[in-house]
């Protein structure tokens, strides 16, 4: 009797559509679902050779060839937990569990230990795509055990994404590994996305652009440096018409937007690792704010913005600006999110390949762009790159594209547009070429107030000042 190559545990929208990809790619499949019936439905409504349906998780098991490989692709958090706990008693030593679900790396962790003290294996595998990259083809970022990978990397490699024939499917290190650049990923998505509809607003409130215009203007952009998946799709939005009311859909959807938490995963591991990943940070507070619907209406009433609005003249040179300061601002996103990354590969052991992280998004994920490649190239040249935007091409362009950052930015400010994402770019821009920052007198009020020491520029040691003694009444 044919033994299933791999098993599904999870058939919701990302796990039935991950079982169909590498149902078509040859694979026999086993299936699981808690509830029976949404299995059966995923049967009736996609009927494949390859896919074995069953309904008690002992036959689930017994259906696959060893060393066993089971992919869990259910909720993040106790479920994992419970899925697992399930699967432990009816196990073999060797065999391997993945998590492709969004669990907190910490998580993953422990999982890993927990398990692997039993014989088994463990993968903490990041999936990115969404619907259509699970069916299609998806980047995949497993961490964990390398032995692991080993038997499943062909099936891994197989179900991703390609870029020029080469699978965004790339193993990232030991145990976390995977699920913390997964996390990243999100970190670097929310940013962009952010940026991105800044954009919309200053286009929209400052050059007075129709949706249909602006349509236009991201699809030109998705011909040139800006390319990726998100302006694309952006372009896409703007055209669509709601066939409820022939409004534009864009402009009849309620202004406030969700997050699921790697958002705010990744702004607490900028905390906890000591990075300045701020801009990521501003698109998670950015939602939250969103998210105050009422108080902000509220607030319109009350605080009520007088201002005169900007005259552009010569909308093709705004719109130039604009896509200046997008392009500057994600070049500034990706150089934080890289150096969480770098910080977190030494804070954790995981030797992270930085080269291969960028070109895992290539395709597949929700961040790809061909941007993308010029990342992998800086960290060929320079593995040990401190910073993105201390490459010599990323820093041309900074060079050359900062002060139309600025500029977008002043003319947001003075007309009261928010731009929290934008800002906090050029902030950390002009803060990491700053070669005195204003942190001196920070420390000197530590000492003042607390004894905190302090060192000095002169000379080498840890000092504490009497700070009254020159200034007592003669």
Request: aromatic share 10%; glycine share 8%.
């Amino acid at each position: 009797m044919q033994k299933n190559q791999i098993g599904v545990i999870g058939l919701a929208v990302m796990g039935s559509n991950l079982a169909l990809n590498m149902a078509d790619h040859g694979y026999h499949v086993a299936l699981f679902n808690r509830t029976y019936e949404v299995g059966v439905k995923v049967i009736s409504e996609n009927p494949h050779t390859h896919l074995h349906l069953y309904k008690e998780l002992e036959d689930f098991v017994a259906s696959l060839e060893k060393p066993r490989k089971i992919m869990i692709m259910v909720k993040a958090g106790n479920p994992v937990d419970l899925v697992i706990n399930g699967l432990i008693p009816l196990l073999d030593e060797g065999d391997i569990i993945m998590d492709g679900g969004n669990s907190n790396f910490h998580d993953t962790i422990r999982r890993t230990e927990a398990i692997e003290a039993k014989g088994l294996r463990y993968l903490g595998v990041g999936i990115s795509g969404g619907e259509e990259g699970a069916r299609f083809g998806p980047a995949i970022m497993p961490g964990g055990s390398k032995d692991a990978y080993t038997y499943v990397q062909d099936i891994l490699e197989n179900i991703a994404a390609k870029y020029n024939n080469e699978p965004c499917a790339t193993y990232m290190g030991t145990d976390g590994a995977g699920h913390y650049v997964k996390m990243v990923h999100n970190g670097i998505e929310y940013a962009d996305m952010q940026l991105i509809a800044e954009s919309y607003s200053v286009l929209k409130h400052l050059g007075g652009f129709t949706n249909d215009e602006m349509a236009a203007i991201f699809n030109e952009w998705n011909q040139g440096e800006l390319e990726s998946f998100l302006i694309e799709i952006t372009a896409q939005i703007f055209k669509e018409v709601d066939p409820a009311t022939g409004k534009h859909m864009v402009d009849v959807i309620l202004d406030t937007a969700a997050q699921k938490g790697t958002g705010k995963w990744t702004a607490e591991e900028a905390l906890n690792t000591g990075t300045d990943a701020s801009l990521l940070a501003s698109a998670v507070f950015a939602r939250f704010m969103s998210s105050q619907k009422q108080q902000r209406v509220a607030a319109s009433e009350i605080l009520k913005p007088e201002f005169d609005k900007a005259i552009i003249n010569d909308k093709e040179y705004f719109v130039e600006m604009v896509r200046k300061a997008l392009y500057a601002s994600k070049i500034i996103a990706y150089a934080q999110g890289f150096d969480l990354l770098k910080n977190a590969s030494v804070e954790y052991k995981w030797d992270l390949d930085f080269g291969a992280i960028a070109r895992n998004f290539r395709e597949g994920c929700i961040i790809r762009a061909r941007f993308l490649n010029r990342i992998s190239d800086a960290y060929n040249t320079n593995p040990a790159l401190a910073n993105l935007m201390l490459d010599d091409s990323f820093a041309r362009q900074l060079e050359d594209y900062h002060q139309s950052l600025r500029d977008v930015i002043s003319m947001a400010i003075q007309n009261g547009i928010s731009m929290p994402a934008f800002t906090t770019a050029i902030s950390y821009f002009d803060s990491y070429r700053s070669a005195r920052s204003n942190a001196n007198l920070i420390q000197a009020q530590r000492d003042l107030f607390g004894a905190h020491t302090f060192e000095r520029i002169d000379m080498d040691g840890v000092f504490h000042y009497e700070w009254n003694s020159n200034n007592e009444e003669k």
